[in-house]
């Protein structure tokens, strides 16, 4: 217990100083569903919430209760007790000490008592006490313009309840990994256990005796016949029973320890502790699963199963959590998640350094297509994101314990996920019980898992992770395991492709932003580490002396595991060299004395690395992608690109080249370009190194001076610009809205599925703007009058507004190019046909006709038709949508009210600066529509406006814009095609443009 009370102590302390730190969510921020199914006492006001707070330090319950009741008497105004009350918790934790408190308080009252307990010295924080559901498989057969509310929070991932079928598994979407998997299945079907070799350590006398087996799920029955070790059954949930009425726990559980002759568990002697979290209805909450996992904090479990997840890694009530369990040497093992086969896709915890997370293969060693990719998205924008999963198990068809008696098939991760705790339980048996404790935790595991692995040749390491469990090979690393730290993946092998996706699919060159890797140490000799040196980078040859290697890495490695972020430069000495650079990198971590050791011990560490180097290409074929100005869930609510898509509205893919725009890369190294990413603001680049600036897809605002220096840029130093918008209308937003009863307020999305003001802003001095027309439809290209219909592309964006009465189609422009100064411009109402996330039809044919363009100056003639050529200046009045005053955007910006700063990702030189050619201000951004309201916690709240949007645009265009042959030097031919509701969003190119005066698109 002193133990346990010491590691809840240093947690605060330890939280200042990790570096991929979350922010503290705000109160209103969404989480995964939709709100209760119900309340869980009759007498609790309709008009309240649960709110979970959280103390500093371990205290019996009623003095936690005694301290709120004497913190707030006389500081919320009605009586406290009308305001709020104290929810008893009657659990077996109530027996120990705890952290947190249950309080329902009334929405008339929320705002005050949630401020007067912030306020008290020994609170931590207040958040609410959110819901976890299962959400059904099917999309919802709702109406399209009130679409279903944002999966939130944790849900059970995979819980394929009618598995008996063949490949019933959850998450699937008709999909497989293999053609014929089907009828293989029927040939190489048999117990999981034998495809691991199990069978070779029960022969050595291991079946998992005297290892803690928490399982976290919807409970078993005590009489089971598959079980001889059930130790203890609770239940967390508000129904009065301990047995699982739908059978995902009891399946789980003989995966791991069954006995049954036809389907056996990998463990069956080891003790089953069956954690009640979720109700019949498969719903739970927050404070169900902190209580539970306080108890098995408690009682030292020794390994925990956790067959739920979701997005968002910023639940800090549960993240937090987590890291204080796996703290006190409870190995956790959770799915990995059924999301696939989309990348970006990972779910929490599964996606924390500490947590074994678990993909999933089928019997041909594919991945299954339902197992979710990644890389884990917390670092960005600014970094990249880590390996996982950690490994993969087989998940389709595996064989489990019915709810009574018999065996069942399912499929999904979170059947692979026991699998993997089955396996974990047996290696734990290896080792002497008087030892495992001193020698077992959470990252020496992991060490032995991936260590142990055998990498697939197919998957790349996103897919994959460290490869296929192993459990013989890692049960040779376990049992003369001696405690010491390691990198993971071992070596970096740049030319080894597919594992090394995406890095092995572009060489390095100089002049680039910096190649990022981010690492992960696991510390297997304690808790707490540290890395001792700066890490050392050392050429196998001088040649190596090339490659420059900055490092960022966790202050402090906690708990057991940490970061180690490799930065990438090639030398400008380097320019024309072509051939490979290898070497090692050198780190030593040290670990502080434990109790009852008089010194601390160090591990030193190599991580192997070799890369491909090229001479630096071409300007034209060079792109340079912007990933700074892109907002993800979470914490905000961004809605999905495309608005058919009603059963994951949430844009938290991560909208980076490697993850939902993975094939977008693809196609374009394939095109002979060389793509780059900036995580940071546009002076942090020099635009005379880039064809072409690719801005797809942003949600963010820009600084002031980003706006002037891509001015200059287009204009004087010939950069060239592709802008994939997305759709911008605040009806539909308002559509989108959904009541979050956990914390009883409307939610509302930040923006559009682009943010068409601040593009206008930073397009403005072009000219340029782009409407709040969302449509729907075909389009076609006439080359010429001769060609027809040489090139159609069909796309699916949105269901609202269209424009099509009565057979006839109202023209609207989709698409408008240009030439400023020395520069080009394209810009385009629709990025939704380049994300492979929820993508109908793709438009990569037209990004490579427009980075010809852009890049390289040539004017494809399907484009650049005579027909298209603006003959003279018009003026067409298209309505540009003004910025949301009823949301707070500063609380999820990057921009608004922070301040201008080159981060990590930039050029070397530039780190720490404003960048190229800026002068430093020290002034931070402000929108004309917001004030800066930092005490709010909330993005409903309604702000009065001070300016208008529109007055800034027109300000810019007369100040930056005005047509003149200084301005334009004489190049001012515009291009431009249309059609009709294909694209999103109307736009108006050059406030002279009229839509009637195009004719190169016919109508469909």
Known sequence: MEKRLAYAALLPLLLLTLRILPLPLPSGSPNRSSGRVGDEEEETPPASSRHVVRFLEYRRAEEHREYLDAGLRGAVAPAPAAAWRWVERRNPAAAFPTDFAVLEIRDAHRDAVVAAVRALGRVRDVHADATYSRSPLSASAGAPDRPRPPRRGKLFTAMSFEGEDEGGGEGEAGNSSSATWG?????????????????????????????????????????????????????????????????????????????????????????????????????????????????????????????????????????????????????????????????????????????????????????????????????????????????????????????????????????????????????????????????????AMKQALVEGASKLSGPNMYEQGAGRLDLWQSYEILKNYQPCASIFPTMLDFTDCPYFWPFCRQPMYAGAMPVIFNATILNGMGVIGYVKDQPLWQPSEDIGNLLSVHFTYSDVIWPWTGYLALHLQVKDEGSQFSGIISGNVTLTIYTPAAHGESSPQSSTCILHLKIKVVPTPVRSKRILWDQYHNIKYPSGYVPRDSLNVHNDILDWHGDHLHTNFHILFN??????????????????????????????????????????????????????????????????????????????????????????????????????????????GDFSINASSSRKTPKTVQDHIGTLDTESTQGKSKLSSILGVMEAGEGRIAVYGDSNCLDSSHMVTNCYWLLRKILEFTGNRVKDHVLFSEAAQLKFLVFENIHQPSRRTDVNFSTYSTVVGKELICHQDSRFE?????????????????????????????????????????????????????????????????????????????????????VPCFSATACQ
């Open 183 to 443: 009828r293989r299945l029927l040939l190489q079907r048999s117990q999981v256990t034998s495809l691991f070799g199990a069978e070779r350590l029960w022969g050595r006398g291991f079946t998992g005796k005297k290892v803690k087996m928490a399982i976290f799920d919807t409970g078993i029955r005590a009489d089971h016949p598959h079980f001889r070790n059930i130790k203890e059954r609770t239940n967390w949930t508000n129904e009065d029973t301990l047995n699982d009425n739908l059978g995902h726990g009891t399946f789980v559980a003989g995966v791991i320890a069954g006995q049954d002759a036809e389907c056996p568990g990998f463990a069956p002697d080891t003790e089953i502790y069956a954690f009640r979290v979720f109700t019949d209805a498969q719903i739970s909450y927050t404070s169900w699963f902190l209580d539970a996992f306080n108890y098995a904090i408690a009682t030292g479990m020794d390994v925990l199963n956790l067959s739920i997840g979701g997005p968002d890694y910023l639940d800090l009530p549960f993240v937090e959590k987590v890291w204080e369990l796996t703290a006190n040497n409870i190995i956790m093992v959770s799915a990995i998640g059924n999301d696939g086969p989309l990348y970006g896709t990972l779910n929490n915890p599964a996606d924390q350094s500490d947590v074994i997370g678990v993909g999933g293969i089928d019997y041909n060693n594919h991945i299954a297509s339902f197992s979710s990719r990644g890389m884990t998205t917390w670092e960005l924008p600014h970094g990249y994101g880590r390996v996982k999963p950690d490994v993969v198990a087989y998940s389709r068809d595996i064989i489990g314990s019915k709810i009574s008696t018999g065996c069942k098939t399912l499929s999904g991760t979170s059947v692979a996920s026991p699998v993997v705790a089955g396996v974990v339980c047996l290696l734990v048996s290896v080792i002497p019980e008087d030892k495992r404790k001193l020698i077992l935790n959470p990252a």
């Open 667 to 776: 196609m374009l190294r394939d095109a002979g370009y060389y793509i780059e990413t900036l995580g940071s603001p546009l002076t942090c680049f020099d635009a005379s190194n880039y064809g072409t600036l690719l801005m797809v897809d942003l949600e963010d605002e820009y600084f002031d001076e980003e706006i002037q220096k891509l001015r200059d840029d287009v204009i004087h130093k010939g950069l060239g610009i592709a802008v994939f918008a997305e759709w911008y209308h605040v009806d539909t937003m308002v559509k989108m809205t959904f009541f979050d009863e956990n914390t009883r307020s409307w939610w509302t999305p930040i923006t559009g599925g682009a943010n068409i003001p601040a593009i206008n802003e930073l397009l403005a001095p072009f000219g340029i703007a782009l409407g709040d027309k969302i449509l729907t």
């Open 910 to 994: 530039v780190w720490g600066t404003k960048g190229y050619g800026v002068q430093p201000t020290g002034t931070s951004r402000k929108l004309p529509e917001y004030q800066m309201h930092e005490s709010s916690s909330s993005p409903n709240v309604t702000i009065q406006t001070t300016d208008s949007i529109q007055d800034k645009v027109e300000r810019l265009q007369r100040n930056l814009s005005t047509p003149n042959a200084a301005k334009f030097d004489d190049k001012r031919d515009y291009f431009g095609f249309i059609g009709h509701e294909e694209v999103d969003i109307g736009m108006l190119m050059a406030n002279q443009w009229m």
